[in-house]
């Protein structure tokens, strides 16, 4: 299963991935520049039931780059 959008909200370029504890697949989507200096996007956290495909934007976190998550 490959998804372009999540929730309606289109993904930019999504990254680490974790399974959380109520079994959904969570991921980041950083997007734009590392340094939060040179960057106006949100980063953002997603998370999707694999076995049925609806997931939901979690949060935007800000002009940072989210990289990495774990349980």
């Given at each position: 299963?490959a998804f372009?959008?999540?929730?309606?909200?289109?993904?930019?370029?999504?990254?680490?991935?974790?399974f959380?504890?109520?079994?959904?697949?969570?991921?980041?989507?950083?997007?734009?520049?590392?340094?939060?200096?040179?960057?106006?996007?949100?980063?953002?956290?997603?998370?999707?039931?694999?076995?049925?495909?609806?997931?939901?934007?979690?949060?935007?976190?800000?002009?940072?780059?989210?990289?990495?998550?774990?349980?």
């Open positions: 299963m372009t959008s999540v929730g309606g909200v289109e993904l930019e370029g999504p990254n680490d991935l974790a959380g504890p109520d079994g959904r697949l969570w991921f980041t989507d950083p997007r734009g520049a590392a340094d939060p200096n040179h960057n106006d996007k949100p980063g953002r956290l997603f998370a999707v039931d694999i076995a049925t495909g609806e997931g939901e934007l979690i949060a935007e976190v800000g002009p940072v780059f989210p990289n990495g998550i774990a349980f």
